[in-house]
């Protein structure tokens, strides 16, 4: 079973940006979608972001032109990019293929 590992997630401050990585153990290319969803404090996981293996990709609303996500075949990995963050965007954020999700890493935007 392939495993899903994220990475880079911190404190940082509104305005500012974070890279998130989901490096995964075996090949990605067997995943038509990948996402990424978030979940905050008392508040049901959301999907912030989806990429297929055509790269063809979906955002929420509230990520639109902030966020971006994608994903690199030879290292099994995908990524978001986020800019311009903001406080609500403080949430776990989880990678997932199928029925595969990662441990999620946290993101807090404060000042």
């Known amino acids: 079973q392939v495993r899903l590992v994220e990475s880079g997630g911190g404190l940082v401050q509104p305005g500012g940006s974070l890279r998130l990585s989901c490096a995964a153990s075996?090949?990605?290319?067997?995943?038509?979608?990948m996402g990424w969803y978030r979940q905050a404090p008392g508040k049901q996981r959301e999907l912030v972001a989806t990429?297929?293996?055509?790269?063809?990709?979906t955002y929420a609303d509230s990520v639109k032109g902030r966020f971006t996500i994608s994903r690199d075949g030879a290292k099994n990995t995908v990524y978001l990019q986020m800019n311009s963050l903001k406080a609500e965007d403080t949430a776990i954020y989880y990678c997932?293929?199928?029925?595969?999700w990662g441990q999620g890493t946290q993101v807090t935007v404060s000042s």
């Open positions: 997932n293929a199928d029925t595969i």
């Open positions: 075996g090949t990605i290319f067997r995943f038509n979608t």
């Open positions: 990429i297929t293996i055509g790269r063809s990709t």
